[in-house]
């Protein structure tokens, strides 16, 4: 698609801004609000800023508002208060503008079951007045090839497994050059396998230069496949940033190890540890401000044997309970 090699393409780093681009925002949403029909609030006031160039994870529960927000950039329906621009245009108005230079998979890939990978594409592609029928077969040929379809064009949608129709989907979206692709829950129901595919591919698709902005209710692949990331509950934004800032906002747990459980959960209290506990020989705590390296030699003053003595990493989940003081509903 670009003539790079794959290596190449890997070499690349998602983060590294394309030229031109330096320093602008792909999607700026301000005070952004969605009111539905019957009064409920969807999205409350958004202010959203997706750097060029980034993978940007957006994340909330089931209900938060994610589809929403992303049916009001792409267009879809107005919102009931504040802005949106998305290239640097607004939406909806500038949408005939702005929508040819994004590829967008929202709600699963409509595809024809009948018809095979291949022949999806050339519908795809033909259904595009501004798509150049001499060169379609090569464009929908780079477009198979480019998610790994290439070898099951021939085979019918409809024998694909889920994760080969997500990757047609993108294919779809891949027909023409994208500065912008947006994704809503792109790994949704697919096995693990399907599921690392499709990340790969976003990995790859960004160290393009293309900026990803996709959402999901799934932490750890936001943690996986995402430079940057906004968090959502109930219609509202409660954080965004790079991943691994928004983690480290979050204080980790310390974790002790030591077949004195109960000499050690009590020493640990007395040196301001909080929220203490004690699984087997594995005590925890919320780690206190001061020098930890007091806090063993303590332990180990008390006669308390410590075999393990770290600091385990806060993740995206930490912060998000942190920062809502609720648990992340991640089922369905
Ligand atoms: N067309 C609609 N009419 C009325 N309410 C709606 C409509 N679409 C969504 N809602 C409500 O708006 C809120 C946000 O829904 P939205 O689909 O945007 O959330 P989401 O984070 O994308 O969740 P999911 O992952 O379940 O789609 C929910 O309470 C939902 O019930």
């Known amino acids: ?15 590294e801004r394309a030229p031109g681009q330096a320093g602008a925002s792909v999607i700026a ?12 609030l969807a999205v409350d006031g958004l202010d959203l ?23 009001m950039l792409m267009g879809l329906i107005e919102p009931t208060a504040g802005t949106a621009s998305v290239l640097g245009r607004p939406m909806p108005r500038a949408a005939r503008a ?43 040929a ?3 090839d480019r998610v790994g379809l290439a070898a099951a064009a021939g085979k019918k949608a409809k024998a694909y497994s889920l994760g080969m129709k997500q990757r047609l989907g993108l294919a779809a979206a891949l027909l023409q050059p994208r500065r912008l692709l947006v ?6 129901g697919l096995d693990p396998q399907g599921m690392r595919e499709i990340r790969t591919l ?8 293309t900026t990803v902005f996709l959402s999901s209710h799934l932490l750890d692949e936001i943690e996986q496949v995402c430079t940057h990331a906004a968090v959502m509950a109930q219609g509202r934004l409660v954080t965004q940033g790079e991943v691994a800032d928004l983690a480290a906002g979050a204080r980790g747990r310390l ?4 077949p004195d459980a109960a000499e050690a959960a009590r020493v640990l209290k007395e040196q301001g540890v909080g929220d203490v506990g004690a699984d087997g020989d594995r005590v925890t705590g919320d780690p206190p401000a001061r020098d930890l390296a007091e806090v063993n030699a303590a332990l180990v003053t008390a006669g308390v044997r410590v075999r393990g003595f770290t600091l385990e990493r806060a993740s995206l989940e930490d912060a998000f309970v942190a920062l809502t003081g609720e648990g992340f509903d991640v089922a369905g």
């Open 1 to 15: 698609m670009d003539g790079l090699s794959a290596t190449e393409r890997e070499a690349g780093d998602a983060r």
């Open 29 to 40: 949403t301000r005070g952004l609000t969605k009111r539905y029909g019957g009064g409920q």
């Open 49 to 71: 800023t997706v750097p060029a160039g980034s993978v940007f994870g957006f994340l909330g529960p089931n209900g938060s508002g994610k589809t929403t927000t992303i049916r």
């Open 98 to 140: 702005v929508l040819p230079e994004v590829g967008a998979l929202i709600e699963g890939p409509a595809l024809y079951g009948f018809l095979s990978g291949r022949d999806n594409l050339l519908r795809y592609d033909a259904a595009d007045p501004t798509a150049d029928p001499r060169t379609r077969r090569a464009r929908v």
């Open 142 to 144: 780079a477009a198979l």
């Open 183 to 188: 994704l809503d829950e792109p790994t949704n």
């Open 202 to 209: 976003i990995r790859e698709l960004a160290a393009d230069g």
């Open 255 to 258: 974790v002790v190890i030591t």
